[in-house]
Antibody
Framework: QLQLQESGPGLVKPSETLSLTCSVS??????????WGWIRQPPGKGLEWIGN???????FYNPALKSRVAMSLDTSRNQFSLKLNSMTAADTAVYHC???????????????WGQGAMVTVSS | DIRMTQSPSSLSASVGDRVTISCRAS??????LNWYQQTPGRAPKLLIY???TLQGGVPSRFSGSGSGTDFTLTINGLQPEDFATYFC?????????FGRGTNLKIK
């Protein structure tokens, strides 16, 4: 069974860069046909998709966050990472990592998720 | 951006009940709609994709329907483990977007 686990700082100062890592077990992030994504949920609000990265390393992001986001893969450790710069209080959220695949009609489906890591932006 | 609106935001029901949760997209998304279940402190779980296809291992009491802008998740014969938050997600266009969730509570 595939498992994903987020790790990173629980507290980030305003204007700093958030770095989160998702460790994957039970499967390889190098497997073709899968994307690896990040989704966040601010307290009391809905889920927001941040971006996906393909097993090849190509990534695509939510246009609202694109100028501040970077995702990467570390295949040797079977991990993928998120960096989000210029953090503000509005970025306070639970951050989930997830695996995604596409159906024959190119629909993106998030089939395995991590339980999430709470990140608070505060000085 | 496509906005996903779920209703109701909260719902009380009893074990054995049949419940329906609605999800409406701000524009047509064909059948590009997924449903997830989340319980506090746990990873979200995929229930249904492409509007009506049951994910492997998900009980058959869950079903989904709809296309275009209006979609429904139905649970027939609620079980104690079904009391959770449910949310929909569209993948018709980027940015992928989610509904705010429906909190299904025990009556």
């Amino acid at each position: 069974q595939l498992q994903l686990q987020e790790s990173g700082p629980g507290l980030v100062k305003p204007s700093e860069t958030l770095s989160l890592t998702c460790s994957v077990s039970g499967g390889s992030i190098s497997t073709s046909n899968y994307y690896w994504g990040w989704i966040r949920q601010p307290p009391g609000k809905g889920l927001e998709w941040i971006g996906n990265i393909y097993h090849s390393g190509s990534a695509f992001y939510n246009p609202a966050l694109k100028s501040r986001v970077a995702m990467s893969l570390d295949t040797s450790r079977n991990q993928f990472s998120l960096k989000l710069n210029s953090m503000t209080a509005a970025d306070t959220a639970v951050y989930h990592c997830a695996r995604a695949w596409t159906t024959v009609l190119s629909q993106v489906v998030f089939d395995f998720w991590g339980q999430g890591a709470m990140v608070t932006v505060s000085s | 951006d496509i906005r996903m609106t779920q209703s109701p935001s909260s719902l009380s029901a009893s074990v054995g009940d049949r419940v329906t949760i609605s999800c409406r997209a701000s524009q047509s998304i064909a059948g590009y709609l997924n449903w997830y279940q989340q319980t506090p402190g746990r990873a979200p779980k995929l229930l249904i994709y492409t509007a009506s296809t049951l994910q492997g291992g998900v009980p058959s009491r869950f079903s989904g329907s709809g296309s275009g802008t209006d979609f429904t998740l139905t649970i027939n014969g609620l079980q104690p483990e079904d009391f959770a938050t449910y949310f929909c997600q569209q993948s018709y266009s980027i940015p992928y977007s989610f509904g705010r969730g429906t909190n299904l509570k025990i009556k």
